[in-house]
T-cell receptor, first 115, second 115 residues
């Protein structure tokens, strides 16, 4: 199956700093990538959809200035949590799908802890 | 409006028992896709199956089987002869055609298989 990597897998940062998370499709071209957030014991919440070369589409209630998404190439999307605060602590997961493929393949996730 | 309901929050079984995870969906579209993903404790979502709305054939893959019934808007997942390694959270998800691949997830069912 298709492989998606995410880096870093875990990050601890101080309040007020920015954190960048990378999502890469390793063996296919991802025309669309998705960013999710998951709180403990809860389902995945879609934050935004990004298509290569265009601006991301954010879900209602997600601050685009807070969560910057860049999809610069067909294999890489980044999520930057700007001026992170403790309430941003969460598990962030990306997924990718290629072309007309309907299946999303997920990365291993990034656990963010903001102190 | 689209919605996915997994009424079983937690299920606990003893190894070798069969277990069925329920999934009920709502959509107005005639073309849609249904998915099951497995999320083990490590956090990564593992793709298990995709079904499109025009294919109601049941599917079997090893100990896994899926029962898709449009008449009841259900897409249930059965694990036969469960094993401890099956312990995970299982998510059912819906994607509607022309929605850019956005997945709507159910709340997830946490399956615990005890030895």
């Amino acid at each position: 199956g298709a492989v998606v990597s995410q880096h870093p897998s875990r990050v601890i940062c101080k309040s007020g700093t920015s954190v960048k998370i990378e999502c890469r499709s390793l063996d296919f071209q991802a025309t669309t990538m998705f960013w999710y957030r998951q709180f403990p014991k809860q389902s995945l919440m879609l934050m935004a959809t990004s298509n290569e070369g265009s601006k991301a589409t954010y879900e209602q209630g997600v601050e685009k200035d807070k969560f910057l998404i860049n999809h610069a190439s067909l294999t890489l999307s980044t999520l930057t949590v700007t001026s992170a605060h403790p309430e941003d602590s969460s598990f962030y997961i990306c997924s990718a799908r290629g072309g007309r493929e309907e299946t999303q393949y997920f990365g291993p996730g990034t656990r963010l802890l903001v102190l | 409006a689209q919605k996915v309901t997994q009424a079983q929050t937690e299920i606990s079984v003893v190894e070798k028992e069969d277990v069925t995870l329920d999934c009920v969906y709502e959509t107005r579209d005639t073309t849609y896709y249904l998915f099951w993903y497995k999320q083990p404790p490590s956090g990564e979502l593992v793709f298990l199956i995709r079904r499109n709305s025009f294919d109601e054939q049941n599917e079997i893959s090893g100990r896994y089987s899926w029962n898709f019934q449009k008449s009841t808007s259900s897409f249930n997942f059965t694990i036969t002869a469960s094993q401890v390694v099956d312990s995970a959270v299982y998510f059912c998800a819906l994607s509607e055609y022309n929605q850019g691949g956005k997945l709507i997830f159910g709340q997830g069912t946490e399956l615990s298989v005890k030895p």
